[in-house]
């Protein structure tokens, strides 16, 4: 880990949605050190500012892959940014998914809107090491067709079962209608032998663990990533405190036993 931002050039810009974009990112010189998933690193737009932004892929060759939302000046400044220009990182910060915990389980990703970026690794990590788990199930909802995200590999996922779902569905549009738990139901897992992966807005990540909890999954193979100001990403400034956690360090990533008491509490 580094608390230097580091130069990295984009090579290449996909345009997931209006307000979205994908980049891969080459280290200018050395790279930084490995990235897991779920982990995150504090994208710098130079003249604007830093964010903290969740790795959303994780080539073998030193590259990274950010996936973000353009929605404030700092971000619409990584959004703006095209293949050749350079942006600043450091990094890796922060716990992640730990695939390898949930090994002989079966595997449920649920992901609401963007949520599912940090879930990417996780998912690509999981088909290649499949023989290590059990079903693999991911479950993707979003508010509406035009926000979904990584449109061109969700159908190719080797999964047991792969469902969308969208809450405005539009003109066209022929799957599932509703929010993401509605497709618990159509899942294929175990509870009681099943990690799951949740990432999304808070209302989602609350009412997806209620669920699970209530079809037989321990808290604690409920895994939710959690989002508050980060700032400075190691721990000092306290502006993503979360009760007891300072989630730059102490999360994004933690078990839902340690989540669920925070987030009911309203000052929090």
């Known amino acids: 880990m580094t608390a230097l931002p580091v130069p990295h050039r984009v090579v290449d810009r996909h345009r997931e949605t209006h307000d979205t974009v994908t980049l891969r990112l080459k280290p200018v010189g050395e790279a930084l050190s490995a990235f897991a998933p779920g982990q995150f690193a504090m994208m710098y737009a130079f003249g604007r500012g830093e964010v903290p932004i969740s790795v959303s892929g994780i080539p073998r060759d030193g590259d990274l892959v950010h996936t973000v939302r353009g929605v404030g000046a700092v971000s619409a ?10 942006l600043a990182l450091r990094g890796p910060y922060g716990t992640g998914w730990e695939l390898s915990a949930a090994t002989g389980h079966d595997l449920l990703v649920v992901a609401g809107g963007i949520g599912l970026a940090p879930l990417r690794p996780l998912i690509h990590d ?13 479950l993707i909802g979003a508010r509406g ?8 590999e969700t159908g190719r996922w080797p999964t047991a079962y792969t469902g969308v779902t969208v809450d405005r569905p539009g003109d066209g549009w022929t799957g599932q209608i509703g929010v993401v738990t509605r497709l618990l139901g159509l899942a294929r897992f175990e509870p009681t032998a099943t990690t799951a992966f949740v990432c999304g807005p808070e209302p989602m990540i609350r009412a997806t663990a209620r669920d699970l909890l209530h079809r037989g999954l321990p808290a604690d193979r409920i895994k939710v990533s959690l989002e508050r100001n980060m700032r400075c990403a190691t721990g000092h400034c306290g502006h993503c405190q979360l009760g007891p956690l300072l989630l730059c360090r102490d999360g994004p990533v933690v078990g839902w036993d340690i989540a669920e008491p925070l987030l009911y509490v309203r000052e929090l």
């Open 126 to 138: 999981a088909v290649l090491d499949a023989e290590a788990y059990g079903r693999l199930n991911v």
């Open 77 to 86: 400044g990584l959004y703006d940014a095209q293949v050749g220009d350079v």
């Open 145 to 152: 067709p035009a926000e979904l995200i990584c449109r061109a």
